[in-house]
């Protein structure tokens, strides 16, 4: 197996992390910004050929991974929470990277929200997509339809599309429930909503949801966290779940293990 090691360079502690992690490993190649770390010639991120991405950093490295490659993901927390990560860069790492070389894992396939603006693709969310006021403590309004009905119309700080696997991101903060990764659901959460009634609403992953600015001409969408997109008020926002789901990569089916370490519930 040939694995490609990407790390968030950014890390005070990465140089020493990533020499570590490629000691261990036999078939490698390294991200081009990741190889100058280390002195080493590297790949660009999109042209990457490994049968398995490591990557070293947070769930904001393991995000941006996967917002250019789809391939199976293993993370190794060098960050903060790390909760999509599987271990953190203080374990057994070469014990692990044996385990990955002999095919002892699991892929937990988890599903994305494809994202168009006037039905051309603009991105996809492994945890959620963010509408947003583009103007600080200026009310905007939002309409949302399901599978083209009518389901919410409300004035505040913005919207969440969230997947289950971020049912434990941005909208947990926001009173969200908490969903298994796996289950195939949506759920819609404002965000600091002007009315008593507004609440998320959990549905089922096959439906589409589309959304409208009612109210100032402009708001900003982000997906993942990553790079702010401009929307307007004619613009017609459209979510689907992907046709391609991401793999990450598992010892044990450890979610509520997680949960409880790592969310402190």
């Keep these: 197996m040939k694995f490609s090691v990407v790390a968030n360079t950014r890390h005070s502690g990465i140089k020493k992390i990533l020499t570590r992690v490629i000691g261990f490993l036999d078939d490698f190649e390294l991200e081009e910004n990741t190889a100058k770390v280390v002195n080493l010639k590297g790949t660009p991120l999109i042209e990457l050929q490994g049968d398995m991405v490591i990557s070293l950093g947070g769930d904001g490295t393991l995000l941006y991974i996967l917002s250019k490659v789809n391939k199976p993901i293993f993370g190794i927390n060098c960050g903060g929470v790390g909760f999509l990560t599987e271990m953190e860069h203080t374990d057994d790492i070469f014990t692990a990277i044996k385990n990955l070389e002999k095919g002892e894992f699991l892929n937990q396939k988890l599903q994305r929200i494809d994202t168009y603006i006037n039905e051309h693709h603009v991105g996809s969310a492994l945890n959620e997509v963010v509408l947003h006021t583009s103007r600080v403590a200026k009310i905007q309004g939002f309409e949302i339809h399901i599978d083209g009905v009518l389901a919410d119309s409300f004035r505040g700080d913005g919207l969440i599309i969230s997947t289950p696997t971020?049912?434990?991101?941005?909208?947990?903060?926001?009173?969200?429930?908490?969903?298994?990764?796996?289950?195939?659901?949506?759920?819609?959460?404002?965000i600091a909503a002007y009315r008593i009634g507004a609440r998320p609403l959990v549905i089922p992953s096959n439906y589409e949801i589309t959304a409208k600015l009612t109210g100032n001409p402009e708001a900003v969408m982000v997906l993942d966290g990553q790079e702010e997109i401009l929307i307007t008020i004619d613009?017609?926002?459209m979510f689907k779940k992907a046709s391609k789901p991401v793999e990450v990569v598992r010892f044990?089916?450890?979610?509520?293990?997680?949960?409880?370490?790592?969310l402190r519930l």
């Design 235 to 237: 613009d017609n926002i």
């Design 166 to 190: 971020g049912s434990t991101s941005y909208a947990m903060s926001l009173g969200a429930p908490i969903l298994y990764p796996t289950m195939e659901a949506h759920i819609i959460v404002p």
């Design 252 to 262: 044990k089916d450890n979610f509520f293990e997680r949960v409880r370490n790592k």
